[in-house]
DNA sequence: ACGGGATGTAAAAGATATTTTACATAATGT
DNA sequence: ACATTATGTAAAATATCTTTTACATCCCGT
């Protein structure tokens, strides 16, 4: 299991104001894998700051409010 | 080499701006190596997410001002 | 009760980021 | 001229992230 991360994320949060978003359906728009959000969501480990930002972006807001420091 | 990555960055004029920081002080002050910084810096790849909210909070300025996606 | 969609999770393989070690050059101060 | 500091860069080793494959549960609609 990867180390766990200082990083807070309102993903789950965002995908539902989003039109009940699914995992799979973030996954697809930002060219990653289903298991990979999941894992970023659970804050299993901290992402690329790439994937953050494609992820931030699918969102149409900005990294700081997606991800969050905490530390 | 690692892949060039679409992400622009302006820790060279931060650090600048910063009293002159060094490539090593700042490495130092996030826990990283000198040569990571140097390759960030470079674009050479793009950095985690982590290493991202360190270097930002050393300048006091959010992700979006050290970070910049283009593509 | 059954089937499908969404999510949780895990192990192994693959890709990428980071460290370590090492050497090079340019600039600066003495 | 010499020493020191800052930076560029590279190869190999290590750490971390991401994919692939696989199976599990939960929830909802029929």
New interface residues.
Partial sequence: MPTP???ANHIRRLRFEHGEMTQSELAERIGMTRQTIAAIEAGKY????????RIA?VFGV???EV?Q?RA
């Fill in positions: 991360s200082p990083i901290s992402p690329s700051l790439d994937a953050a930002f972006q900005g990294l700081g991800f420091w």
